[in-house]
């Protein structure tokens, strides 16, 4: 058991005993506060309708076996009681005396590591603890629905596992991006002067959003700004834009077209931007994104006649490929890197597409994890696993769709090597 739940154990039981010693006790012998058998009681009724759900679906009861469970777990409930309250005096009394003795912050006493097995020992035997009620329903089962059950019971607790990390990795990451929100806020707020004319400082970034203040001269090189401070800034290109021998390849692309010399260009190149053809524009953010499906309306040709012409076929659903576990993402891309022989700036970009797609994924597995937790629960296998399917069908669209955007960051060369591998 870790050190971190040992305090919080500790912890709680503290104030129960603080609670206890400034509202009074039940009798003259009692550590626990008034109302600590309504507060168990309440606490195990919401565990009693939660395993009445999960045992019915897990094991796929009749209502008659349901009854029959319905009527044990209430039985037990008045056992749980009594017991948390048995259990709980012991562990208070034992903590206190050790806390007397200055043993309680000692991990490795004799004394400590009891206390330790006494807590995990609550739990555990429980008359109302899962697994205990398990044992207690398969012995009125056939042998192979109480094994089945058994694996289904795990799958629902991992499901709700998985459900309760999901809602408080998205909570943490929340108040993170706020906290981190108003450091910044709060850091800039230092570096506006009164008469708001600072100089901004060179800064890629800056470039990027603020045309203003990013001057290139005549072969496209950025040279210092009026009024900004420092040297030359560094003009590597961002994620998605072009080098400064790409952009003069296209030039000379562009200008052999209009002289009706079309030569096929490197992959990949958009067309020129306004530093290169001298219109002043503030630079936007270049944003990688699928194609946006087109939506045509047809209307049905008329006969002569004015009678409706039979109706097209409609079109084939695109059946994608099933897509890896999310984990298993970050090693595709790895390998269709190596594969293909990404350099350092492809393996940048390759690693935000990554990202992208990653986050989309989980935004919509999270958008639908109720649909995905009454999947989970289906007893009949032929439904839970076509249920399934239709819901990951956009997970394999976006896994197909990631293939497509790190394979679009090849080069020429890396495509026409590619092309010759799978010859």
Not at 53 to 69: I, K, V
Not at 201 to 218: H, L, S
Not at 305 to 324: D, L, S
Not at 395 to 409: G, H, N, P, V, Y
Request: hydrophobic letters at 40%.
């Amino acid at each position: 058991m870790s050190r971190f739940f040992n305090r919080v154990c500790v912890a709680i039981l503290m104030m129960l005993v603080s609670a206890a010693a400034a509202f009074g006790q039940n009798d003259g012998n009692s550590l626990l506060a008034p109302g600590f058998d309504q507060a168990s009681r309440e606490g195990w009724e919401f565990e009693i309708q939660h395993q009445m759900q999960a045992f019915s679906s897990a094991y796929g009861l009749d209502p008659q076996l349901q009854t029959l469970l319905q009527n044990e777990l209430q039985a037990r409930l008045i056992a749980q009681v009594a017991y948390d309250r048995q259990t709980t005096e012991a562990i208070i009394k034992k903590t206190q005396e050790l806390e007397a003795a200055g043993l309680l912050e000692n991990e490795e006493a004799p004394e400590v590591k009891a206390l330790n097995a006494l807590m995990a020992a609550q739990t555990l035997n429980a008359p109302l603890n899962e697994e205990r009620v398990a044992d207690w329903l398969e012995q009125r089962l056939p042998a192979a629905v109480a094994t089945e059950g058994r694996q289904r019971l795990r799958e629902v607790r991992d499901l709700r596992l998985q459900k309760h990390l999901e809602s408080e990795y998205a909570f943490q990451a929340e108040s993170g991006a706020k906290r981190v929100l108003g450091e910044a806020l709060v850091q800039g707020s230092g570096l506006i002067s009164p008469d708001g004319d600072t100089p901004l400082p060179n800064d890629p970034v800056n470039d990027r959003y603020y045309a203003e203040i990013k001057v290139r001269d005549v072969s496209g090189e950025v040279i210092v700004a009026p009024g900004r401070k420092g040297s030359p800034v560094n003009d590597s290109p961002m994620p998605g834009e072009l080098t400064k021998a790409e952009r003069l390849r296209q030039a000379q692309i562009e200008a052999a077209e209009r002289e009706g010399r079309r030569k096929p260009g490197p992959a990949g190149l958009v067309s020129p931007s306004h530093e290169m053809t001298g219109t002043p524009s503030h630079e936007s953010i270049v944003v990688e994104q699928p194609p946006a499906p087109q939506v045509t309306v047809q209307v049905a040709p008329t006969t002569p006649a004015g009678r409706a012409a039979p109706a097209a076929p409609a079109a084939k659903e695109v059946a994608f490929a099933q897509a890896p576990p999310l984990d298993d993402w970050d090693k595709y891309v790895q390998e269709r890197a190596k594969q293909v022989g990404f350099d350092e700036a492809q393996m940048t970009r390759a690693q935000a597409v990554l990202k992208d797609m990653k986050r989309r994924a989980n935004q919509y597995r999270m958008s639908r994890s109720d649909q995905f937790a009454v999947a989970a629960l289906k007893t009949d296998a032929k439904a839970r696993e076509a249920m399934m399917k239709e819901l990951n069908k956009p997970i394999d669209a976006m896994f197909d769709e990631l293939k497509q955007r790190i394979d679009s960051l090849m080069t020429l060369e890396q495509r026409q090597k590619a092309a010759a591998g799978k010859k």
